[in-house]
């Protein structure tokens, strides 16, 4: 091996050398080294792919290993970030009789900068769920690094995020999850006092310890804070009820920001982001209603029962379907061995009889016999090669893998 290339939009592998074999590469004895001097050892989860040569094998990394390799591969070329070099390093019998590999160097492409695009806060249960782009796991850990985060209010108020109590989960390459503690839960509702988007958030650069970009003023979407319910009136003749209330509103807040606040908004986007909402709910009570609601709810069980019993029986005629394409994928391979093996007697047969015929031992109606046998053989074969191809890609479908060809 000489070089390797990452390309960090596809997750591609690709070695370079002499003399590679393709069927012995055992990625799991790969190594790659990036940003911080850190190192990632591939899992047996990555596999080799594509059409291999002598001079280069490809390697399609797993998910898992991809979201690794990107926090340390974190910059095209051939240097990370802090300037590491990045390379590769392999114990022996990476290949099959290959001594192990010390270092090798590795150029990377199609790296993409982290972004994060929207971002939303469940005030009654204190979680920040941050979608966006490329995020990576800068090797180890989920890489965000809560200390680089701010979230300020519409009226000055500011909380910084303490990385030692709130914590960062369901990480991955599209958005994670902030939970904050109980006493920085408090806090934070001390500054999101109502539903809507009048709140920022920003973060100094590297907040994702890697190569996140600073965020001045992102809005933060909150929700969650309930209604206020300021009327109950109950009609006895009618039998009733109606409750009256609004939805908390933060447009007051925000209107009183000063002309020079970095957070003031046009005066009808701030009317959007903030606009007063009610909420109004009649509840009708029925005295007698002719048993029509325990018909309802017995003919609502009926349907779920229905429902179930639909679900299960498209389950099982997928499962037979499956074992149905299995089946006839083993046919298929059976089928392919057995006319290969044809092919080769015919052909053997057909030789035979054309030495025959080209020195008069044999008829032309003996020779043309043969050689119709040894079409009729080829044919037979092509056909159940493409059968078994085909046979296959109905397996792969189900399976959800890509059709190629």
Do not use: C
Not at 24 to 32: D, E, F, G, W
Not at 103 to 114: G, L, T
Not at 197 to 223: E, M, Q
């Amino acid at each position: 091996m000489a070089l390797a290339w990452v390309n960090a939009a596809t997750g591609k592998l690709s070695l370079h050398g002499s003399a590679l074999n393709s069927g012995a590469v055992n990625p799991s004895a790969l190594s790659l080294r990036g940003d911080g001097g850190l190192s990632f050892t591939l899992s047996g989860d990555s596999v080799v792919s594509g059409t291999a040569s002598a001079g280069r094998v490809s390697i399609q990394l797993s998910a898992a290993d991809q979201l690794a390799i990107d926090g340390l591969l974190n910059k095209n070329g051939g240097l990370a970030q802090d300037k590491t070099a990045y390379s590769l390093s392999a114990i022996a019998g990476w290949e099959s009789g290959a001594t192990a590999i010390a270092e090798r160097a590795v150029s990377v492409n199609h790296v993409h900068a982290p972004k994060i695009g929207h971002i939303d806060y469940n005030a009654a249960s204190g979680v920040f769920s941050v979608s966006g782009s490329y995020l990576t796991e800068h090797g180890l850990g989920n890489g965000i690094d809560l200390s680089h985060f701010k979230l300020t209010g519409p009226n000055g108020g500011s909380y910084s995020f303490n990385p030692t109590a709130d914590s960062v989960s369901n990480f991955s390459a599209g958005g994670f999850s902030i939970t904050l503690s109980s006493a920085d839960q408090v806090a934070v509702n001390s500054i999101v006092t109502g539903n809507g988007a009048a709140y920022r958030l920003s973060a100094t650069a590297h907040w994702d310890s890697d190569g996140g970009a600073k965020i001045s003023a992102l809005p933060v979407n909150a929700n969650a804070y309930p209604p206020v319910l300021s009327s109950v009136n109950f009609n006895a003749a009618k039998a009733e009820l109606t409750l009256s209330g609004n939805i908390n509103s933060d447009y007051a807040t925000a209107n009183r920001l000063s002309a020079n606040s970095t957070l003031r908004n046009p005066f009808f986007t701030q009317m959007w982001n903030n606009l007063g909402e009610g909420i109004g709910l009649n509840l009708a009570i029925p005295i007698f209603t002719n048993r029509q609601i325990k018909s309802n709810i017995e003919k609502a069980k009926v349907n779920a029962l229905n429902t179930q019993l639909s679900e299960q029986n498209t389950k099982n005629v997928l499962r037979k379907s499956i074992e149905q394409a299995y089946t006839d994928l083993r046919t298929a391979i059976n089928k392919y061995a057995a006319t290969k093996e044809q092919l080769s007697s015919a052909e053997l047969s057909y030789k035979n009889t054309e030495k025959k015929y080209n020195v008069g031992l044999s008829t032309a109606i003996d020779y043309l016999i043969e050689q119709n046998n040894f079409f009729q053989a080829k044919s037979n074969m092509i056909q159940s090669k493409y059968d078994y191809l085909f046979k296959s890609k109905i397996l792969d479908f189900y399976q959800g893998k890509p059709i190629n060809f």
